[in-house]
């Protein structure tokens, strides 16, 4: 699983304007839940475990979400989890709503949660290997595809492959606590 990150002071590229975009954080459990067709327990597991929401609308029409991790993050399918450091936050279960995909939402969605989390120093962001739009959209939102997860034969996160030598690319090994095995 691909990952990437922005830090405070990266460039943010330019994107083509969304005239009638805006997200913000939701507290709404409910919309929350319907969206994400997720059970509102969970949602509010969630939101007790330090997670919050963000919701892009489009002509006031809820259009995408994505969540940030404070405290912990973690990738379910492959049974692994971390601890955010305070300047840090992780973004998963991004979804852009099928009747506005193809739009460019999701890096305006990005970049809003840059500019409105002004506290935090560095942003980390995975993605599934294959997903080219969401690999498209991160990058398109400014920020550098970094590394890899290194998968052993039993399903768990080894460590790390990282894909150049930069800062950013080293600090992943902390921001995971996972040891770097490989530099393409």
Do not use: C
């Not at 002004?118 to 991160?138: C, K, L, T, V, Y």
């Amino acid at each position: 699983m691909p990952f990437a990150t922005w830090w405070r002071g990266d460039p943010l590229p330019d994107l083509p304007p969304q005239p009638t975009f805006a997200a913000e954080r939701s507290q709404d459990i409910s919309l929350i839940a319907r969206l994400t067709e997720l059970p509102e327990s969970v949602v509010a597991t969630r939101f007790q475990h330090g997670h919050h929401p963000y919701l892009a609308v489009i002509d006031e029409q809820p259009a995408a979400y994505g969540w940030v991790a404070t405290q912990q993050g973690g990738i379910s399918e492959l049974h692994f989890s971390f601890n955010v450091a305070d300047y840090a936050i992780y973004l998963w279960d991004f979804l852009t709503l099928p009747a506005w995909r193809g739009r460019g939402i999701y890096p305006h969605l990005l970049q809003e949660i840059i500019r409105q989390e002004q506290m935090i120093e560095r942003f980390w962001i995975g993605f599934a290997p294959g997903n080219d739009a969401s690999e498209h959209g991160i990058r398109k939102a400014g920020f550098e595809v970094v590394g890899d997860f290194v998968i052993a034969s039993d399903m768990r996160i080894a460590g790390l492959t990282l894909f150049n030598t930069s800062v950013h690319a080293r600090a992943s090994s902390a921001f995971f606590n996972l040891p770097v095995i490989s530099q393409d």
